[in-house]
């Protein structure tokens, strides 16, 4: 008895010491926190932000991930995508991506590029995403062919529903929502920054998903594009899936689709697909 009671006051006190140990480590850290190598950083007599959890200035705010942000691609080579992205094509092979029915993808794969051969099919990715900043690069034929909506026609179309138009408007006249860079059937882009047919082009793209409750739409889809680094859409409200003569509108659907490439009969070429993942402040 008396040894299990000794046992017993002994567990307490380790219980007891480790629960110390613990409580001294989450000051520490929070200490640690708010030090920059051994620096306080920050201010903890500031007022309060709306919403009441960090201070203007506030030290002990959890300091941003770290990430290599890549480098820019030039005509001549890709560029690095950012460390913290999902490269969905690094020139390589299409193994993140198949067919609209789940067959291997049959884009032509060389030089770092793929090319829609003809009858290559839509391209979807195999993993579904949803919001995030989506980067793209692609070039139209050179010599270019066709007129209209007729020449160098492709498509970034994000979820599967909304499209961002792949199309060789460099001194080709076509409607404008309907145009290189449109949020296609609903706004034209805001200038006109395409480059020359065979010229790598670049869509830095950032994507917030619509919200549906109960079947219904709460908040819709928003787009913020670049376009060869010009903005062109700024957090352009969407009206809902791309449509060809009629209007956009919302059908309930996930969080998450996969992202599709649109063939449209022109040997459009792509390079250096990546997303990331947006999230919010302060998140690990
Ligand atoms: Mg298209």
């Known amino acids: 008895m008396q040894r299990i009671g000794h046992s017993c006051s002994r567990r307490h006190a380790l219980a007891f010491g480790s629960g110390i140990l613990v409580l001294a480590l989450f000051v520490v850290g929070i200490a640690a926190s708010a030090r920059q190598g051994g620096r306080k950083v920050g201010y903890d007599d500031t007022p309060f932000l709306p919403g009441g959890k960090w201070r203007v200035h506030d030290g002990t705010r959890p300091q941003p991930r770290v ?108 409607y404008p929502d309907g145009q290189c860079a449109s949020i296609y059937g609903q706004y034209p882009p805001l200038v006109n920054a395409s480059r020359k047919p065979g010229e790598w082009q670049t869509y830095d793209i950032v994507f917030t998903a619509p919200r549906f409750e109960d079947g219904k739409l709460v908040k819709p889809a928003y787009l913020t594009v670049f376009h060869n680094g010009v903005l062109v859409h700024n957090h352009a409200e969407v009206l809902g899936a791309m449509a060809h003569r009629a209007l956009p509108r919302y059908t309930p659907h996930d969080s998450k689709g996969p992202l599709v490439l649109q063939d449209h009969g022109n040997p459009v070429r792509y390079r250096n697909i990546w997303y990331r993942e947006l999230k919010g402040y302060d998140e690990p």
């Not at 691609?73 to 991506?97: I, R």
């Open 67 to 174: 990430i290599d942000p890549g480098t820019l691609s030039t005509q001549e080579a890709p560029g690095k995508p950012p460390s913290d992205a999902v490269v969905l094509f690094d020139g390589t092979d299409l193994s993140k991506w198949q067919t609209d029915n789940g067959q291997p993808a049959r884009w032509k794969v060389e030089n770092g590029y793929m090319e829609i051969p003809k009858n290559g099919g839509t391209l979807i990715t195999k993993e579904p995403f949803g919001d995030c900043q989506l980067h793209v690069e692609f070039a139209t034929p050179d010599p270019p062919q066709g007129i209209d909506q007729g020449r160098g026609n492709s498509g970034v179309i994000i979820m599967g529903r909304y499209e961002v138009q792949v199309l060789d408007n460099y001194q080709n006249e076509t």
